[in-house]
């Protein structure tokens, strides 16, 4: 399934909105998992960068092994994000073959 970039941009508007209101709904100490089904970064880790800058929040190591999945992005194109992004995950169906 292909989107143009309005789509994929109402997207990422979305999930930053939802982003927010779950960690806005946080208690205190409480911990968020962000996932998505996308692999663009403008639904990843662009939308957790933006929340790293409007909320005061960190990304915490998953604490997976070595080697399951991909580190995120810390940069792309012209973008450069928080890099702590290096912390989170990206899955690729194809590369561990559930891709259906």
Known sequence: MSRTGVEVS?????QRE???SGIDSLKKGGTLVYS???FTCWE?????NYALKKRFVK???????DGLGRPGLRRFRHR???PSLSLTRRFYPHVLCVDT
């Open 10 to 14: 109402k997207a990422a508007t979305l």
């Open 18 to 20: 939802l982003l927010l």
């Open 36 to 38: 998505t089904c996308s």
């Open 44 to 48: 990843n880790e662009a939308v957790v």
């Open 59 to 65: 990304v915490v190591d998953s604490g997976l092994p």
């Open 80 to 82: 450069r994000f928080h």
